[in-house]
């Protein structure tokens, strides 16, 4: 459709989309405000006129659900002028997730729980509205990311009413990739059709790729109604998330979750590191075939192949099935080279159900080590993740000791800080997880009594992430009292608290306070020339001073 240059009230300015309806930039020249203007031509054939009635049933729709939650956008007016019907809506700035997703292929899965948890809270609100309202036609390019990734959905043009006598209603239209098996079967949605979409959306966030690809439309249909399960998502998507998006895309309803609330809830549960209602439940009968759940399946059967042989192996055999299982996880390989172990002379050695909680451990250690031996400033050049894995996987393996858990949560609580410096958040989720960082480094400190690492990772939080001096500067004494020994990293860190408090001083002339702390900070710096940024943080603490007062001399007046 070609674009006219006004409609009504409105100028337009340039198409913003295009699609089954185009939407436009636009001025109200009568409220003197930006506008996202969508078209559709009046008239035409069947199919136009079956699109027409959606987009009018949408805009009455979405109107009456601002109320309900103030991230949907607002529909300012709509109705028939030039031979359109229009729909003009609050112009927000950002991005589309399929723009987002185009971009960057594949998004960090903390970020996609996210993403998934606000689209959950707002489709509770909507199911659960006196006339249920489903969308019919969640997919990333009806997701608009605002600034700090606000969610919020878009195209509400399929949406319709469910009666409280009816569970479904008959649909015209919607994308095929994101329909759930029982709505290209029957044609109708209902609550479920979009926690369908929304699982089908979050294994996009994650894979980079829809679940479901064919050649065509049909086959796409036909391949999604077979009911099998779509292809394994990224080894390096958590345990948690894998099992959340496996139950949303379960092949029948009574498999999935209940209403969005369930859904959300068990999002929740995974953003702060608690089971997850998915993992606790078994369904065997269906289950993705991760490369992960592989290797652990060969380490399974390798113990119970153990155990019922009765037959003592040494450590290195032990050794070679915990290696191969890890080389499928890092590698994504199904195959792994056989290692010799039966050369040796058998000997009494604990069984590999005994050792691999221990190797999951040394594992993890290795990754602990290499950043407290380290001078690396950045949490990303470390496999925090993998450490998380090891673990988990440790204390499931009945190693729970307070050591375990104490290292486990100090991982935690590092993978959760990496999350936040690589990812894009709304304020109060950053917040939530800065807290949720401080809290994993307070468990391990407690775990930990006599370790000063918990105590130079709740330091570092306090410098960067919570900004609190005096809390850093007590961490950091209670780590060297422990025993730790503060490296070129630490002592930047205690630069930067000192000099980022100085900076607020000075920015509130509290100049006494400022020039003491500037000094503090300058004086961590010469400990460490050439050291990361500390050159430049020197050049930026001498623009700490007191302005210069000049003295204006009185003319004297001669008589």
């Keep these: 459709m070609s674009a006219p240059g006004r409609i009504g009230n409105y100028e337009i300015v340039r198409r913003l989309s295009k699609g089954m309806t185009d939407v436009y930039l636009a001025i109200d020249t009568v409220e003197n405000r930006k506008a996202a203007l969508k078209l559709v031509k009046t008239g035409g054939d069947t199919v136009n006129q079956l699109v027409l009635e959606a987009e009018q049933r949408g805009a009455a729709i979405q109107k009456e659900l601002k109320h309900l939650d103030p991230r949907v956008i607002e529909v300012y007016d709509f109705g028939h002028a030039d031979g359109y019907f229009f729909v003009a809506m609050q112009f927000v700035e950002g991005r589309n997730l399929a723009e987002v997703l185009a971009a960057e292929s594949a998004i960090d899965p903390y970020r996609a729980a996210t993403i998934g948890l606000e689209i959950c809270e707002q489709l509770a609100k909507f199911h659960s509205w006196q006339s249920a309202v489903v969308h019919g036609d969640i997919k990333p390019s009806n997701i608009h990311l605002g600034h700090n990734d606000t969610v919020r959905l878009l195209d509400f043009g399929i949406a319709k009413t469910l009666r409280a006598d009816c569970a479904a209603t008959v649909h015209n239209f919607g994308s095929p990739g994101y329909c759930s098996p029982?709505?290209?079967?029957?044609?109708?949605?209902?609550?479920?059709?979009?926690?369908?979409?929304?699982?089908?959306?979050?294994?996009e966030m994650l894979a980079g790729v829809p679940p479901y690809q064919?050649?065509?439309?049909?086959?796409?249909?036909?391949?999604?109604?077979?009911?099998?399960?779509?292809?394994?998502?990224?080894?390096?998507?958590?345990?948690?998330?894998?099992?959340?998006?496996?139950?949303?895309?379960?092949?029948?309803?009574?498999?999935?979750?209940?209403?969005a609330r369930e859904f959300q809830a068990d999002l929740?549960?995974?953003?702060?590191?608690?089971?997850?209602?998915?993992?606790?439940?078994?369904?065997a009968?269906?289950?993705?075939?991760?490369?992960?759940?592989?290797?652990?399946?060969?380490?399974?059967?390798?113990?119970?192949?153990?155990?019922?042989?009765?037959?003592?192996?040494?450590?290195?055999?032990?050794?070679?099935?915990?290696?191969?299982?890890?080389?499928?996880?890092?590698?994504?390989?199904?195959?792994?080279?056989?290692?010799?172990?039966?050369?040796?002379?058998?000997?009494?050695?604990?069984?590999?159900?005994?050792?691999?909680?221990?190797?999951?451990?040394?594992?993890?250690?290795?990754?602990?080590e290499a950043y407290q031996n380290s001078s690396d400033p950045s949490l990303r050049n470390f496999d925090w993740q993998k450490a998380e894995v090891c673990l988990e996987r440790a204390v499931e393996l009945g190693h729970a000791d307070e050591a375990t858990l104490g290292k486990l949560a100090l991982s935690r609580g590092y993978a959760v800080l990496e999350r936040l410096v690589g990812g894009r958040y709304s304020e109060s989720g950053a917040t939530e997880m800065r807290m949720r960082a401080r809290d994993q480094f307070t468990n391990?400190?407690?775990?930990?009594?006599?370790?000063?690492?918990?105590?130079?990772?709740?330091?570092?939080?306090y410098v960067y992430s919570l900004p609190d001096l005096n809390q850093a500067m007590t961490e950091f004494a209670t780590a060297e009292r422990l025993g730790?020994?503060?490296?070129?990293?630490?002592?930047?860190?205690?630069?930067?608290?000192?000099?980022?408090?100085?900076?607020?001083?000075?920015?509130?002339?509290?100049?006494?306070?400022?020039?003491?702390?500037?000094r503090s900070a300058r004086s961590a710096y010469q400990r460490i020339p050439g050291f990361d940024q500390a050159d430049a943080h020197l050049r930026e603490l001498d623009s700490i001073h007191r302005p210069v007062v000049r003295k204006v001399r009185r003319a004297v007046r001669w008589r």
């Design 182 to 203: 029982e709505r290209l079967t029957r044609s109708e949605v209902d609550q479920q059709s979009d926690l369908w979409a929304v699982g089908a959306t979050i294994y």
């Design 214 to 259: 064919a050649e065509s439309t049909r086959k796409l249909e036909s391949l999604i109604r077979s009911g099998r399960p779509p292809r394994a998502l990224p080894a390096s998507c958590p345990r948690g998330l894998r099992a959340i998006v496996s139950k949303a895309l379960a092949p029948v309803p009574q498999k999935r979750y209940g209403s």
């Design 268 to 283: 929740q549960a995974f953003l702060e590191h608690r089971p997850t209602q998915a993992e606790l439940e078994r369904r």
């Design 285 to 368: 009968a269906w289950s993705a075939n991760h490369t992960l759940e592989a290797a652990r399946e060969y380490l399974r059967r390798a113990t119970r192949t153990v155990k019922r042989a009765h037959m003592h192996v040494k450590i290195g055999s032990a050794a070679a099935w915990f290696l191969a299982g890890m080389a499928l996880w890092i590698g994504g390989s199904y195959a792994f080279q056989t290692l010799a172990a039966n050369r040796s002379v058998p000997a009494a050695a604990s069984p590999p159900d005994l050792m691999l909680p221990m190797l999951y451990v040394a594992a993890a250690d290795r990754v602990l």
């Design 444 to 461: 391990a400190a407690l775990r930990l009594p006599r370790d000063p690492a918990p105590h130079l990772a709740l330091a570092r939080l």
């Design 484 to 518: 730790a020994m503060p490296g070129r990293r630490e002592i930047e860190e205690q630069g930067d608290a000192y000099r980022f408090r100085a900076l607020r001083e000075a920015a509130g002339r509290q100049w006494d306070e400022a020039e003491e702390d500037a």
